[in-house]
C-alpha cells in the first residue's frame, strides 16, 4: 500500500524507516556535531534544542541522512563503500538536489551535479544487478528506486 513503511535493522538499536517518498526517519533522533544520545541525556533543555536538527542547515540534515542510509545497507560494520551503500548514499543526495532543483530551477551548475549522480547511481544498479541479484532487488525495494 502506499502508506506502508519498510523498516531496516541497523547497528547499535536504532530503526530507519523508509517511506514512501523515500524520506529517512529514525526512532532515536540525531544530534548535530556528533552528539550522542548518552551526552545529550545529561544537557539542559536549551542546549539539546541547539543541538537538535531541528536547527540544523539542510547541508547538516542531509549529511546525517546520507550516514544514516549508509548504515542501513552496510554488510560489516564500518562499511561504505560497498555498491549498496554506495547506492543508497546517493539517493539520499539525489532526493536532496531534487528539493533544491525544484525552487532553483535555473541552476544549471546543480543540474550538471545530479544528472552526474543519476549516471553513477544507474551505474552502481547496474552493476549490482549483474553481481547479486538478490540484493539488487532488496535494495532497490527498500529505496523505492526504478529497476534499470
Same mark, same amino acid.
Given at each position: 500500500?502506499?502508506?506502508?513503511? $519498510?523498516?531496516?535493522? /541497523?547497528?547499535?538499536?536504532?530503526?530507519?524507516?523508509?517511506?514512501?517518498?523515500?524520506?529517512?526517519?529514525?526512532?532515536?533522533?540525531?544530534?548535530? !556535531?556528533?552528539?550522542?544520545?548518552?551526552?545529550?541525556?545529561?544537557?539542559?533543555?536549551? +542546549?539539546?534544542?541547539?543541538?537538535? /536538527?531541528?536547527?540544523?542547515? &539542510?547541508?547538516?540534515?542531509?549529511?546525517?541522512?546520507?550516514?544514516?542510509?549508509?548504515?542501513?545497507?552496510?554488510?560489516?560494520?564500518?562499511?561504505?563503500?560497498?555498491?549498496?551503500?554506495?547506492?543508497?548514499?546517493?539517493? +539520499?543526495?539525489?532526493?536532496?538536489?531534487?528539493?533544491?532543483?525544484?525552487?532553483?530551477?535555473?541552476?544549471?551548475?546543480?543540474? &550538471?551535479?545530479?544528472?552526474?549522480?543519476?549516471?553513477?547511481? $544507474?551505474?552502481?544498479?547496474? !552493476?549490482?544487478?549483474?553481481?547479486?541479484?538478490?540484493? !539488487?532487488?532488496?535494495?532497490?525495494?527498500?529505496?523505492?528506486?526504478?529497476? +534499470?
Amino acid at each position: 500500500s502506499i502508506g506502508a513503511l $519498510r523498516t531496516l535493522p /541497523l547497528q547499535r538499536g536504532l530503526q530507519l524507516t523508509f517511506s514512501p517518498m523515500n524520506k529517512f526517519s529514525t526512532h532515536q533522533i540525531p544530534m548535530r !556535531y556528533g552528539v550522542t544520545s548518552e551526552i545529550a541525556q545529561e544537557l539542559s533543555e536549551p +542546549v539539546k534544542r541547539v543541538l537538535s /536538527l531541528d536547527n540544523a542547515s &539542510r547541508s547538516e540534515v542531509t549529511q546525517v541522512r546520507v550516514g544514516q542510509a549508509i548504515k542501513a545497507f552496510q554488510i560489516r560494520p564500518g562499511d561504505t563503500g560497498s555498491t549498496p551503500c554506495q547506492i543508497a548514499g546517493l539517493a +539520499v543526495k539525489i532526493q536532496a538536489l531534487q528539493t533544491h532543483m525544484k525552487k532553483h530551477r535555473k541552476d544549471n551548475t546543480s543540474k &550538471r551535479g545530479l544528472e552526474a549522480m543519476l549516471t553513477k547511481q $544507474r551505474k552502481l544498479l547496474l !552493476y549490482l544487478k549483474r553481481k547479486d541479484f538478490d540484493m !539488487y532487488r532488496t535494495t532497490i525495494t527498500s529505496l523505492k528506486l526504478v529497476p +534499470v
